[in-house]
């Protein structure tokens, strides 16, 4: 008896904080009783037929009081389509747009974002939003959205949305076609919740109530929307997307032209159920994606960058979201993309590829990707061919368990420069109670290679994460030996155990500052022949006020034994010993003003030591918006690094000029100087979309040696794509 006392007593401590953070009453969609003519008008009499979605919560700078002006949401549907209606009363009809561009980022503007968890499973949705001018935003959100990593507005489609602006609030039409998400035929019920960014009053507000030390996407807190009557499945459900594309390139190095040659390719997207869908592409071509930010690696491991082709993102949870961060078994970027020996990113073209991904039923979710490259003689790549395979289980109402098989195999190589195969299987748990106070996962992955000579081929580990208004804590356990070779993965360190306990407390004066926060993360890393070889502990106070802007402080202690040659000074030229040990101590302070400004800036100033010298750091940003057509960025990040034997300053400088001359025509120009990689470059891309989801691309590279501006290489390419509906 007293066991279970103690047990009820210890739940109600854990749900407490969350009491009052339930779901809104249910929203009852009507069949549409007249057309609906997307215009931003909310005149139509199928909007009078329900009740509206309002009662909005504040989420900043408070969480416990209704928002100061309200939203009004109203929704129907045909049998094309589901329709929403939104009214955003406001102060006045000045509003912050900072571009007219496409997936904006919904901080420091104006606009009301839609999310739909259409399988109710508390772990995938879809995102639609707008802003005051109609520009638009559509995205994913995976993994429960407890993490910012899980939302992402690189998922495209066709969706129609409208808006316009009044004295004293603003109104949109939305037509959302059910060929454009994934939903279960004959269900009923979705789950659904909506904030919205409003400038005037420095206020986030949403539908459902959600407590402020929680992601505002985060899908433990949703509302239902009942449909009238059971959903159909959405009919036939096939795109066609073919593309032409013709480059020009020169190659300064060795004084060689590439020849001018059109290509031609396509994809294909067929839903084969109303949840689960089938890409297909040939001869697929990104040179059209926007390119990577340079960054300055001081580490002494390899850099991390995200995907941004289209074909590798709807579902790209289901493949990826597997491991950790730094174990991850499979990593898009490895496929078509490789480094050649001075670290220049290089296309190891793609000949075909296929992906079956989605929802079988409201609780598993399958996934099986299969791809060919082709053979790069000039930069001795063989052709490779991937399969992954994925399926995931719901357990409990938040949590899943997954399994993934990868195989990576070379087709027409002997060369012994790499392996004939290579294969990880592994297994993840990733839980999560309801109100989210609780999550984290467990996972083991065991690697199969032709190399016998290692000990143990395996990966596994833990996470632990507990969060309430007052605090949060968090406990993480990671080990990979010294065989875990995942070639198709983003594992850039093996052979070590690692264990992070973080801890940190929040405090809300709701004055001039609106919260504030302080903690301690430290992080250990064993190996098992060396004993400790790194060690991590930080203590740090952030401070948000009411205006939004932020302040950030670390305190750091470094604690490093080499395990392996370094040069930290960046330069690669002078390299610290093998086995020697280093303890060093730095400070932090960084400012992030105001984003609804039309001048806003970051400024990250630090100073310490650095293995047996001393560095200095100051990094940051500066963004003018000349709304609502643009805005001009520079970012900037300089290094000083005094060692015994060398000095350096390395020096990273880079600009982005984003033009939106409508809502359909872009310019984007990329400016990035880096002495570390030797390399100055000059991106800029021109889109025009004619067509929902079809674009004419025109993208002009050109690389020069950053110590004296010497040409590396040029390219102009032009690209058309159209999206066909089959």
Same mark, same amino acid.
């Given at each position: 008896?007293?066991?279970?006392?103690?047990?009820?007593?210890?739940?109600?401590?854990?749900?407490?904080?969350?009491? &009052?953070?339930?779901?809104?009453?249910?929203?009852?969609?009507?069949?549409?009783?007249?057309?609906?003519?997307?215009?931003?008008?909310?005149?139509?009499?199928?909007?009078?037929?329900?009740?509206?979605?309002?009662?909005?919560?504040?989420?900043?700078?408070?969480?416990?009081?209704?928002?100061?002006?309200?939203?009004?949401?109203?929704?129907?549907?045909?049998?094309?389509?589901?329709?929403?209606?939104?009214?955003?009363?406001?102060?006045?009809?000045?509003?912050?747009?900072?571009?007219?561009?496409?997936?904006?980022? !919904? &901080?420091?503007?104006?606009?009301?974002?839609?999310?739909?968890?259409?399988?109710?499973?508390?772990?995938?949705?879809?995102?639609?939003?707008?802003? /005051?001018?109609?520009?638009?935003?559509?995205?994913?959100?995976?993994?429960?959205?407890?993490?910012?990593?899980?939302?992402?507005? #690189?998922?495209?489609?066709?969706?129609?949305?409208?808006?316009?602006?009044?004295?004293?609030?603003?109104?949109?039409?939305?037509?959302?076609?059910?060929?454009?998400?994934?939903?279960?035929?004959?269900?009923?019920?979705?789950?659904?919740?909506?904030?919205?960014?409003? =400038?005037?009053?420095?206020?986030?507000?949403? @539908?459902?109530?959600?407590?402020?030390?929680?992601?505002?996407?985060?899908?433990?807190?949703?509302?239902?929307?009942?449909?009238?009557?059971?959903?159909?499945?959405?009919?036939?459900?096939?795109?066609?997307?073919?593309?032409?594309?013709?480059?020009?390139?020169?190659?300064?190095?060795?004084?060689?032209?590439?020849?001018?040659? /059109?290509?031609?390719?396509?994809?294909?997207?067929?839903?084969?159920? #109303?949840?689960?869908?089938?890409?297909?592409?040939?001869?697929?071509?990104?040179?059209?994606?926007?390119?990577?930010?340079?960054?300055?690696?001081?580490?002494?491991?390899?850099?991390?960058?995200?995907?941004?082709?289209?074909?590798?993102?709807?579902?790209?949870?289901? $493949?990826?979201?597997?491991?950790?961060?730094?174990?991850?078994?499979? $990593?898009?970027?490895?496929? &078509?993309? !490789?480094?050649?020996?001075?670290?220049?990113?290089?296309?190891?073209?793609?000949?075909?590829? !296929?992906?079956?991904?989605?929802?079988?039923?409201?609780?598993?979710?399958?996934?099986? @990707?299969?791809?060919?490259?082709?053979?790069?003689?000039?930069?001795?790549?063989?052709?490779?061919?991937?399969?992954?395979?994925?399926?995931?289980?719901?357990?409990?109402?938040?949590?899943?368990?997954?399994?993934?098989?990868?195989?990576?195999?070379?087709?027409?190589?002997?060369?012994?420069?790499?392996?004939?195969?290579?294969?990880?299987?592994?297994?993840?748990?990733?839980?999560?109670?309801?109100?989210?106070?609780?999550?984290?996962?467990?996972?083991?992955?065991?690697?199969?290679?032709?190399?016998?000579?290692?000990?143990?081929?395996?990966?596994?580990? $833990?996470?632990?994460?507990?969060?309430?208004?007052?605090?949060? !804590?968090?406990?993480?356990?990671?080990?990979?030996?010294?065989?875990?070779?995942?070639?198709?993965?983003?594992?850039?360190?093996?052979?070590?155990?690692?264990?992070?306990?973080?801890?940190?407390?929040?405090?809300? /004066?709701?004055?001039?500052?609106?919260?504030?926060?302080?903690?301690?993360?430290?992080?250990?890393?064993?190996? /098992?022949?060396?004993?400790?070889?790194?060690?991590?502990?930080?203590?740090?106070?952030?401070?948000?006020?009411?205006?939004?802007?932020?302040?950030?402080?670390?305190?750091?202690?470094?604690?490093?034994?080499?395990?392996?040659?370094?040069?930290? #000074?960046?330069? &690669?030229?002078?390299?610290?010993?093998?086995?020697?040990?280093?303890?060093?101590?730095?400070?932090?302070?960084?400012?992030?003003?105001?984003?609804?400004?039309?001048?806003?800036?970051?400024?990250?100033?630090?100073?310490?030591?650095?293995?047996?010298?001393?560095?200095?750091?100051?990094?940051?940003?500066?963004?003018?918006?000349?709304?609502?057509?643009?805005?001009?960025?520079?970012?900037?990040?300089?290094?000083?690094?005094?060692?015994?034997?060398?000095?350096?300053?390395?020096?990273?400088?880079?600009?982005?000029?984003?033009?939106?001359? #409508?809502?359909?025509?872009?310019? =984007?120009?990329?400016?990035?100087?880096?002495?570390?990689?030797?390399?100055?470059?000059?991106?800029?891309?021109?889109?025009?979309?004619?067509?929902?989801?079809?674009?004419?691309?025109?993208?002009?590279?050109?690389?020069?040696?950053?110590?004296?501006?010497?040409?590396?290489?040029?390219?102009?390419?032009?690209?058309?794509?159209?999206?066909?509906?089959?």
């Amino acid at each position: 008896m007293k066991v279970a006392t103690l047990t009820t007593i210890i739940s109600w401590i854990m749900v407490l904080p969350l009491v &009052g953070y339930s779901q809104n009453l249910p929203i009852s969609l009507n069949r549409s009783i007249d057309e609906i003519k997307i215009d931003g008008e909310i005149k139509e009499e199928s909007w009078c037929t329900g009740k509206p979605a309002k009662d909005f919560w504040q989420y900043f700078p408070a969480d416990s009081v209704s928002a100061q002006l309200q939203t009004e949401i109203r929704m129907t549907y045909d049998d094309k389509a589901l329709y929403v209606a939104v009214k955003c009363y406001a102060k006045n009809d000045k509003y912050v747009i900072p571009s007219l561009r496409r997936d904006y980022q !919904a &901080g420091g503007n104006d606009n009301i974002t839609l999310i739909f968890d259409t399988f109710n499973d508390q772990t995938n949705a879809f995102f639609f939003g707008i802003n /005051p001018l109609g520009v638009k935003r559509e995205g994913l959100i995976s993994n429960g959205g407890t993490k910012s990593s899980n939302f992402s507005t #690189s998922w495209d489609n066709k969706w129609t949305g409208k808006s316009k602006i009044y004295d004293t609030y603003w109104t949109c039409e939305m037509m959302i076609p059910f060929k454009t998400i994934r939903f279960k035929s004959g269900s009923r019920v979705w789950r659904f919740n909506s904030y919205r960014f409003d =400038t005037q009053l420095n206020e986030i507000s949403s @539908l459902t109530r959600i407590p402020r030390n929680q992601g505002i996407t985060n899908l433990a807190f949703m509302s239902d929307m009942v449909w009238e009557e059971p959903l159909k499945k959405a009919g036939n459900n096939i795109a066609f997307i073919p593309y032409v594309k013709a480059k020009a390139a020169r190659n300064y190095s060795n004084s060689s032209n590439e020849p001018l040659e /059109p290509s031609v390719g396509a994809d294909a997207k067929i839903a084969i159920t #109303s949840g689960l869908n089938l890409d297909l592409t040939v001869n697929p071509d990104f040179s059209q994606v926007e390119v990577d930010q340079q960054v300055t690696n001081l580490n002494r491991f390899e850099v991390f960058f995200p995907e941004r082709r289209q074909f590798f993102l709807e579902n790209a949870d289901l $493949f990826t979201s597997f491991g950790a961060r730094r174990i991850s078994p499979f $990593f898009s970027r490895r496929i &078509g993309l !490789a480094s050649d020996t001075s670290g220049t990113t290089i296309e190891n073209p793609i000949i075909y590829g !296929a992906k079956l991904s989605g929802k079988i039923d409201n609780d598993w979710r399958v996934g099986l @990707l299969n791809m060919q490259t082709g053979e790069n003689i000039e930069d001795n790549l063989p052709a490779i061919n991937y399969t992954v395979a994925a399926v995931q289980r719901k357990v409990f109402t938040r949590s899943n368990i997954g399994m993934i098989f990868v195989n990576q195999q070379a087709t027409n190589s002997d060369s012994t420069d790499y392996d004939h195969y290579n294969r990880v299987i592994g297994m993840d748990y990733n839980f999560a109670n309801q109100s989210n106070t609780w999550f984290g996962k467990a996972f083991y992955h065991q690697a199969i290679t032709p190399n016998q000579d290692v000990n143990f081929k395996g990966a596994h580990g $833990f996470h632990i994460h507990y969060k309430v208004n007052s605090w949060r !804590a968090e406990m993480m356990y990671q080990y990979v030996g010294d065989g875990f070779d995942s070639q198709v993965g983003f594992v850039p360190r093996k052979n070590f155990l690692r264990i992070s306990p973080e801890l940190e407390f929040y405090f809300y /004066p709701r004055k001039t500052i609106n919260q504030h926060s302080i903690g301690t993360d430290i992080e250990v890393l064993v190996q /098992p022949e060396e004993g400790r070889t790194d060690q991590i502990s930080d203590f740090f106070w952030n401070v948000q006020f009411q205006n939004s802007s932020q302040i950030k402080m670390l305190f750091r202690h470094n604690y490093i034994l080499l395990t392996d040659e370094f040069d930290p #000074s960046g330069l &690669g030229t002078m390299p610290l010993p093998i086995n020697s040990d280093y303890d060093y101590y730095s400070t932090e302070i960084s400012y992030t003003s105001d984003r609804r400004k039309k001048f806003s800036y970051q400024v990250a100033p630090s100073y310490g030591s650095y293995f047996n010298g001393r560095r200095a750091n100051i990094k940051g940003n500066l963004t003018y918006q000349f709304r609502p057509f643009g805005a001009i960025s520079f970012n900037y990040n300089y290094n000083y690094i005094q060692l015994p034997d060398i000095t350096s300053s390395l020096v990273l400088l880079g600009s982005r000029i984003d033009v939106t001359f #409508s809502k359909k025509l872009f310019l =984007t120009t990329f400016i990035q100087y880096n002495n570390q990689a030797d390399n100055f470059n000059v991106n800029a891309r021109l889109q025009w979309r004619f067509q929902p989801v079809s674009d004419f691309f025109l993208v002009y590279t050109d690389n020069y040696y950053a110590s004296d501006f010497q040409k590396k290489e040029r390219a102009i390419v032009a690209k058309f794509t159209y999206w066909l509906n089959l």
